[in-house]
T-cell receptor, first 114, second 115 residues
Framework: NAGVMQNPRHLVRRRGQEARLRCSPMKGHSHVYWYRQLPEEGLKFMVYLQKENIIDESGMPKERFSAEFPKEGPSILRIQQVVRGDSAAYFC????????????FGSGTRLTVV | DQQVKQNSPSLSVQEGRISILNCDYTNSMFDYFLWYKKYPAEGPTFLISISSIKDKNEDGRFTVFLNKSAKHLSLHIVPSQPGDSAVYFCAASEGTTSGTYKYIFGTGTRLKVLA
């Protein structure tokens, strides 16, 4: 069984460009969670999605950030007009339902904004 | 406001000895606690958890203790092995009020087990 797959593993963007981060959940999982880890900090919750629905986006910055989880295909975290402060590791996790006692994370995407 | 605190950024322990990682929290609404382990360039891996109705949970070499009155939990690893060298994150959730999906993480403790 493949785990949670994230790509790309590393992404370099110039200031002002767009970044697209992809997350394919584990087989049979329809719930996806995105977290961000800034340097020297813990992971911070960003958004929780089910197929075609955003359930909780309370951790998403108000501007430039969006997430989707379409009926077909991976979940996408999109950051428009990136700034240096967006440089971080972005982790995705998935679960088969909304009751969680320790979900599984992917290996993350390390975004560097130059 | 850091609701989950891991005040020791690093810890070194001799192989075979006990490793004790500590975590404090401020939110009395937290009712579920987890420990994750993270190797460089990998995602966090779930290790062990505990519900607030318990004060101890054990899984092999790993035991988590919860002291609700002190708002403190700890992870014990006995015996420590070099492969345990990693960053350990404590996390908590307010399952009954906010859902069990949102975890609040501490900043992590880097454990180094010396051979």
């Amino acid at each position: 069984n493949a785990g949670v797959m994230q790509n790309p593993r590393h992404l370099v963007r110039r200031r002002g460009q767009e970044a697209r981060l992809r997350c394919s959940p584990m087989k049979g999982h329809s719930h996806v969670y995105w977290y961000r880890q800034l340097p020297e900090e813990g992971l911070k919750f960003m958004v929780y999605l089910q197929k075609e629905n955003i359930i909780d986006e309370s951790g998403m910055p108000k501007e430039r950030f969006s997430a989707e989880f379409p009926k077909e295909g991976p979940s996408i975290l999109r950051i428009q007009q990136v700034v240096r402060g967006d440089s971080a590791a972005y982790f995705c996790a998935s679960s088969p339902n909304s009751i969680n006692y320790g979900y599984t994370f992917g290996s993350g995407t390390r975004l560097t904004v130059v | 406001d850091q609701q989950v605190k891991q005040n020791s950024p690093s810890l070194s322990v001799q192989e075979g000895r006990i490793s004790i990682l500590n975590c404090d929290y401020t939110n009395s609404m937290f009712d579920y606690f987890l420990w994750y382990k993270k190797y460089p360039a990998e995602g966090p891996t779930f290790l062990i958890s505990i519900s607030s109705i318990k004060d101890k949970n054990e899984d092999g070499r790993f035991t988590v203790f919860l002291n609700k009155s002190a708002k403190h939990l700890s992870l014990h690893i006995v015996p420590s092995q070099p492969g345990d060298s990693a960053v350990y994150f404590c996390a908590a959730s307010e399952g009954t009020t906010s859902g069990t999906y949102k975890y609040i993480f501490g900043t992590g403790t880097r454990l180094k087990v010396l051979a």
